[in-house]
């Protein structure tokens, strides 16, 4: 935009739909509710059990190589009946899960994880 900018071309900014957002759209589920708290975590350079264990929701983005890990921590912390995916959110080749057992290890970089 900036560089459009800079040689006088009109620019509109349009805002879109953050991609969590369109995949708890896509799950029929809330992100949150009164009081709880709503966490955004890069899947990747973090603990993930730690971040799994934080109040509230979760929202693990661009999982990519961390899924075996993140999947195996999800079982230890018996959160198996409270996490969701979208892989591919929006485009041709989209994905949902409604649950860990329909998880696959070698789900893609663009998938979003909502633990609950």
């Known amino acids: 935009m900036d560089k459009l900018l ?6 509109e900014v349009i805002p879109g739909v953050t991609s969590f957002c ?4 896509k799950l029929r589920i809330g992100l949150t509710t009164m009081n709880e708290p709503l966490h955004i975590i890069p899947a990747t350079g ?14 693990l983005m661009k999982i990519g190589k961390s899924m075996p890990k993140l999947i195996e921590v999800l079982k230890e912390l018996n959160l198996e009946d ?19 057992d329909e998880f696959d290890g070698k789900m ?9």
Do not use: H, W
């Not at 369109?22 to 759209?25: E, L, M, T, V, W």
């Open 82 to 100: 409270n996490v969701y995916a979208v892989e591919n959110c929006g485009l041709e080749n989209e994905k949902i899960y409604n649950n860990l």
């Open 108 to 116: 893609g970089y663009f998938t979003i994880v909502i633990v609950k």
């Open 46 to 59: 973090i603990d993930l059990r730690e971040a799994l264990q934080m109040p509230g929701s979760k929202v």
């Open 6 to 11: 800079e040689k006088n071309y009109d620019v």
């Open 22 to 25: 369109a995949s708890a759209s």
